[in-house]
């Protein structure tokens, strides 16, 4: 039964802590995504990795970090130097981020909020 | 900046009836578009796509039109279903050297059925 798994499903966050986000994904997809969405704003991308040790920034990537060491696994740490961190997380893959066309395959998310 | 725009945060519709849901975007490199419908607390499910080179595209009751002239994009559901109710994001992307990648999503239209 292959999709996208999204852990935990709620977190919360004490002022000044990192917290980790977890996605893994067993579609064997090359490329994965992290995007974030608040009321009225859409969903607006974070990170985005087109491979293995391979990620390039989105457009509101200051303060997270990821890592792709594995090419199932895409974690999203939200670091303290995120200010507005409150919001719903979604992590998707592509099958490849070089071909046309793709559409992208999307977790159930992670609503992290702050303490 | 805005590249796709959802001006109907809400649209309510009597079941069996069409509902219409508008998409405007601004970036003429745009060459591929795509409906994702999203339930609360879930992630997005892609609905259906089209390329800059079709009109139209049809799958059962969804239809979506694009006017590339114009910028525009609808989605078509005939008739409307109670299941139907989501938040419908509209999303495009533009080929680059990786291919299409990063989609640029709009804001969201909340579809709301009326039995």
């Known amino acids: 039964d292959g999709g996208i798994t999204q852990s935990p499903k709620y977190l919360f966050r004490k002022e000044g802590q990192n917290v980790t986000l977890s996605c893994e994904q067993n579609?064997?997809?090359?490329?994965m995504y992290w995007y974030r969405q608040d009321p009225g704003q859409g969903l607006r991308l974070i990170y985005y990795s087109q491979i293995v040790n391979d990620f390039q920034k989105g457009d509101i990537a200051e303060g997270y970090s990821v890592s792709r060491e594995k090419k199932e696994s895409f974690p999203l740490t939200v670091t303290s130097a995120q200010k507005n961190p409150t919001a719903f997380y979604l992590c998707?893959?592509?099958?490849?981020?070089?071909?046309?066309?793709?559409?992208?395959?999307f977790g159930s998310g992670t609503q992290l909020s702050v303490l | 900046d805005q590249q796709v725009k959802q001006n109907s945060p809400s649209l309510s519709v009597q079941e069996g009836r069409i509902s219409i849901l508008n998409c405007d975007y601004t970036?003429?490199?745009?060459?591929?578009f795509l409906w994702y419908k999203k339930y609360p607390a879930e992630g997005p499910t892609f609905l259906i796509s089209i390329s800059s080179i079709k009109d139209k595209n049809e799958d059962g009751r969804f239809t979506v039109f694009l006017n590339k002239s114009a910028k525009h994009l609808s989605l078509h559901i005939v008739p409307s279903q109670p299941g139907d109710s989501a938040v419908y994001f509209c999303?495009?992307?533009?080929?680059?050297?990786?291919?299409?990648?990063?989609?640029?999503f709009g804001t969201g239209t909340r579809l709301t059925i009326i039995p």
């Open positions: 998707a893959s592509s099958i490849t981020a070089g071909g046309t066309n793709e559409k992208l395959f």
């Open positions: 999303a495009a992307s533009a080929v680059s050297n990786f291919g299409n990648e990063k989609l640029t």
């Open positions: 970036n003429s490199m745009f060459d591929y």
């Open positions: 579609l064997n997809h090359d490329a």
